[in-house]
């Protein structure tokens, strides 16, 4: 992308406000996830690597709390084990997860979300979003899949993961189709902006 894709401007009307790609915008793909995860969850954390210094603001203005990855180097799935620890030792038993990568889904569709989490079967580890066959972003897992990510290595991926305990996956339709959104390069961000706005 060439930047940092948390700091992408988020919703368009940001997009075409900012300037220049150095500048923190007031709204973003992390403020906006944070704003949509707000009303559905207790508290939110942000897991930061060595974007710490450039996160950090936008994270505390939202009202959400900051883990640090030692050793984001590790990877990705070794920021998600940051974060889950946290909201273990917060006392805990589930998380909603997403990356920022992504705009974030409707308020609408983490609350769904949440229900259908709070009315699934013991047997139930998560609940993930479906959107047009394609599964996606916030999802929520309880305690026996954060405990399985937690045992894992911090090469593992908790895609193969959950894809290996597929019956304790519950898949939730959504209308919403930002859950399954990936946004990786410039390209793909102003399709986005173009239509959005």
Do not use: C
Request: aromatic share 6%.
């Amino acid at each position: 992308m060439g930047r940092d894709k948390a700091l992408l401007p988020w919703p368009p009307a940001s997009a075409t406000a900012v300037p220049s790609a150095d500048l923190a915008p007031r709204d973003t793909f992390l403020s906006a996830a944070i704003q949509s995860l707000s009303l559905s969850t207790d508290f939110i954390v942000v897991v930061v690597g060595n974007n710490e210094p450039s996160l950090t603001p936008v994270v505390y203005a939202n009202g959400a709390f900051l883990a640090i990855n030692p050793d984001p180097e590790r990877g990705q799935f070794s920021s998600l084990q940051v974060g889950l620890r946290e909201v273990l030792t917060r006392g805990r038993d589930a998380a909603m997860i997403t990356l920022v990568d992504r705009p974030p889904a409707s308020r609408d569709s983490v609350q769904l979300l949440r229900e259908a989490f709070e009315a699934a079967p013991q047997s139930i580890w998560a609940v993930v979003p479906e959107h047009s066959g394609k599964h996606g972003h916030p999802f929520i897992a309880g305690r026996d899949l954060m405990e399985l990510f937690l045992r894992a290595p911090a090469t593992a991926s908790a895609r193969g993961l959950m894809h290996q305990n597929e019956s304790r996956i519950q898949y939730v339709p959504v209308s919403d189709p930002a859950v399954a959104m990936n946004i990786n390069t410039p390209e793909e961000y102003s399709a986005l902006l173009a239509k959005s706005l």
